[in-house]
């Protein structure tokens, strides 16, 4: 008895550890959460988030006048990793409403990244809704609060000039390159 109660709490406690010294993948896309930035965070945090990577933040004043207020990710070595939009301007502690993904080492558990294609969205997620816009169909899947932007020159003809037309997800060409991946925390 004495034995079996023994492994039994040997198992325990090498499941605890083993959740415990589990790091979270700093590359990992997932709902609410993108690497170490999550939608809690806060501008005031990035800093100790991205110690080791260059923080750019772009400003609506002066030589950047009429561009977002967006906060831009490089690694050290110089490659922009996400552009992030504060949902309040000038307010270090406004939590990010939105990141462009830039970089394709961000991926989804199912590999979803933006070098990705169509097919990726259709066959691992449920496609919330699809807009039709000037210059791109965009493509909605709240399981991962995303919003994905696939430039029109990759639709068939027919949807190209058209934005009166609704796109249907079976009129997109499974090889259809992603252009823009955009994680929307809006709602938080």
Known sequence: MFKKISSLLLVCLTIISCQKDKKQDPFEISYNRIGNLTSTTKVNQL??????????????????????????????GGAKLL???????????????????????????????????????K???????????????VIFVDSIQASITIDKKELPSELKFNTDKKIEAS???????????IINWNDN
């Open 47 to 76: 800093d100790s988030i991205y110690a080791k990577d260059s923080i750019v933040k772009m400003s609506k004043t002066g030589q950047f006048a009429g561009m977002s207020n967006a906060i831009e990710i490089y690694e050290k």
């Open 83 to 121: 552009s992030l939009e504060p949902k309040k301007e000038n307010d270090p502690s406004s939590v990010i409403e939105s990141v462009q993904v830039i970089d394709p080492k961000f991926t989804t558990t199912s590999g979803l990244s933006v070098n990705g294609v169509f097919k990726d969205i």
């Open 123 to 137: 066959d691992n997620y449920t496609i919330t809704k699809i807009n039709n816009t000037l210059s791109a169909a």
């Open 171 to 181: 009129q997109i060409p499974d090889s259809a390159k992603i252009k823009h991946f």
